[in-house]
């Protein structure tokens, strides 16, 4: 994932967004996806926004994400809902998307 006019050092941590597309962020989320089900549930979404040097309230942050996301309420976020993740994660998780 290549950050847009930067390096990866840029990132939540140091206060500036990281810079990526849709289908970038989309992968990356994925990554998180431990029990490979094709669906993230709060704990992994949890695990992506630490990954991010978000440790503050993260439980909450992770609960927030699945209920802002999660349309069909299963619990989880899957790919047809990760969409509805865009707008929290760059609130919260300090992503800029292109």
């Known amino acids: ?7 990866r050092a840029r ?21 998180f996806d431990s029990d490979k089900d094709g669906r993230i549930s709060q704990s992994e979404l949890r695990a992506a926004i ?11 942050k992770s609960g927030r994400g699945i209920s802002e996301a999660d349309v069909d309420g299963s619990g989880y976020i899957d790919e047809n809902e990760i969409d509805s993740l865009l707008e929290f994660a760059e609130g919260s998780m300090g992503f800029k998307f292109y």
């Open 1 to 7: 994932m290549a950050l847009r006019g930067g390096d």
């Open 11 to 31: 990132s939540a941590r140091s206060g500036s967004k990281q810079e990526m597309s849709v289908e970038e962020f989309k992968k990356w989320l994925m990554k």
């Open 50 to 60: 630490r990954s991010r040097g978000g440790w503050f309230m993260t439980t909450r």
